[in-house]
């Protein structure tokens, strides 16, 4: 889910993307972003260039899901000061 969140901003280039989300390694982000795009949440375009260009956008079934996990985070961060004494 934090993959989707992190592709809100837009269409973006493997590299553009992992910057967003630090501390991935370039296997599990293209792992990650192959299973998205077969459960029809990313869409890839592939530029004939040398070298080789891609760029990952969501789908409006990936768009719809990342909205809802970004309204999750909110609402965590939110009601963080209830939450974390609950976990103690």
Same mark, same amino acid.
């Given at each position: ?19 967003? %989300? ?11 972003? /192959? ?8 869409? /890839? ?37 209830? %939450? ?5």
């Amino acid at each position: 889910m934090l993959t989707l969140a992190a592709k809100l901003g837009g269409p973006m280039r493997g590299q553009d993307f992992r910057r967003r %989300i630090h501390g991935v390694s370039q296997t599990t982000l293209a792992k990650t972003s /192959r299973n998205q795009g077969a459960g029809g949440l990313l869409t /890839r375009t592939v530029y004939d260039r040398t070298p080789l260009r891609a760029e990952y956008q969501l789908s409006p079934l990936g768009g719809d899901c990342a909205a809802r996990t970004a309204k999750t985070k909110l609402e965590a961060k939110e009601n963080m000061t209830g %939450i974390l004494p609950a976990q103690q």
